[in-house]
């Protein structure tokens, strides 16, 4: 990665469409909503052969308005992370006095800033760049974010500023999706685990819209950690903007390495916690079990046993999800989470060679043959693992029709019992063998 950039400005004047244009997809919410970007959103990008990180922030009011004080927390982190900073204007409605506010923070930041002027859709609103001189940032650049228009002058003034000797590492790491239902307390467990305010804490439901992408190192290991919008349950989804939500949460799942799967454990198990482990589950995804508030739970020595039973029982299909018990709040055990982390990541990338899993697989039928069904007995002549992540296993068989489930999930066990396969889940996939 060679430079950070950064893109700021007043609610509703297309940070957001000028953020998905340079990264090439839908990456932030764009709605005609002010104040629908609150919590930093982060992308790649790519121009000319450089490569670099893009950060979109909230619109900065000087009237104190819903979250302002967070939002301004937000941009602020930006701005000290970023190598260029991209001021987005509207030139549609020219100069406010929230863009004079906002280029005299920029300008006390003494970073490169490039000016933006959106919004100018064609010749008829080009003189109307000139107007934004008075900010004292430099030439403004003309940009239809909407269009597409100017992007590449915009870009090419953002590398010309970008600081040459200052080359970042790229940290691609293990991406962890933080999951859950709305205030179970994902971006407090992010916040813990950042040891910064990254996104946005409240106790007001829905808080956290976009999933916010942020590159961290823990133990001199890379990672990337996704505080997702909460999954409601879809006949509750109403505003378009939570659709979005959704969506984004569901792509940063599809996304993730590893999946922590929060629950309120104060609240206890809900329905819906169901379908939102139901998302990871089914994407093949490694997951822990996260119970979280476990300070404000009332308990004694066996209430820990007692909850991990319920979920045992309510999360069947997560059978090898690890659980911990953790306080955001606090920090209890979530020291603890990154450790095993990485161990149902490495378990999920396990390979394991063809002739020790052909040992396992034969000593399983025999000290337990498949039940005959019909006069016919399910057998298999040959196994192998061709893919990772999640681990995925082909059985050369007689006949699949005769792998009943419960001999499935039989297997399944063996495989698990004899390697480590804690947090991931695994496939198998049974297939006649074909007649030479």
């Not at 800033?113 to 650049?141: C, H, K, M, T």
């Amino acid at each position: 990665m060679s430079g950070v950039i950064a893109i700021v400005g007043r609610p509703n004047v297309g940070k957001s469409t000028i953020f998905n244009r340079i990264a090439g997809n839908r990456v932030s919410i764009v709605e005609d909503v002010p104040g629908v970007t609150r919590d930093r959103i982060y992308a790649t990008g790519d121009w000319t052969g450089h490569h670099f990180q893009l950060i979109d922030t909230g619109g900065i009011q000087m009237e104190d308005q819903p979250y302002q004080t967070e939002i301004r927390a937000q941009v602020q982190i930006a701005i000290e992370e970023a190598d260029v900073i991209i001021m987005v204007t509207d030139g549609k409605h020219g100069i406010t006095d929230d863009d004079r506010y906002i280029a005299g923070i920029l300008q006390r930041s003494h970073k490169p800033i490039v000016l933006a002027v959106n919004q100018i859709d064609d010749e008829s609103r080009l003189l109307n760049i000139y107007e934004f001189y008075e900010l004292g940032l430099g030439d403004p650049i003309a940009v239809s974010g909407v269009h597409g228009i100017g992007i590449g002058d915009l870009l090419d003034a953002c590398m010309a500023k970008m600081p040459t000797e200052k080359e970042k590492e790229d940290l691609p790491g293990i991406r962890i999706a933080v999951i859950g239902q709305p205030n179970v307390g994902k971006s407090s467990l992010v916040n813990r685990l950042l040891h910064q305010e990254r996104s946005i804490v409240s106790n007001v439901q829905g808080t956290t819209r976009d999933a916010v992408d942020t590159p961290f190192v823990f133990d001199g290991r890379p990672y990337v950690i996704v505080d997702t919008a909460g999954i409601r349950k879809r006949g509750k989804v109403w505003e378009s903007v939570e659709k979005y939500s959704v969506m984004r949460a569901m792509k940063a799942i599809e996304n993730c390495d590893v999946a922590l799967f929060l629950i309120d454990g104060e609240a206890g198990i809900r329905e819906q916690d169901k379908h939102v482990a139901g998302y990871a589950s089914e994407a093949g995804k490694p997951v822990i079990i996260v119970v979280n508030k476990w300070d404000a739970v009332e308990k004694d020595d066996k209430s820990m046993n007692a909850f991990t039973e319920k979920v045992r029982k309510e999360f069947v299909y997560l059978a090898y999800a690890p659980i911990i018990f953790v306080s955001a709040k606090t920090g209890q055990r979530t020291n603890q989470i990154i450790p095993i982390v990485d161990h149902v990541y490495e378990n999920a990338n396990r390979r394991i060679a063809t002739n020790v899993l052909n040992q396992v697989i034969a000593d399983t039928q025999v000290t337990n043959p498949a039940p005959a069904r019909n006069g016919k007995r399910f057998r298999i002549y040959y196994a192998t693992q061709v893919a990772a992540a999640p681990p995925t296993f082909v059985l050369s068989c007689n006949d699949p029709k005769l792998m009943h489930f419960t001999y499935q999930r039989f297997l399944e066990n063996a495989l698990r019992h004899a390697f480590d396969l804690e947090g991931t889940p695994i496939r198998i996939i049974a297939r006649k063998k074909v007649s030479e």
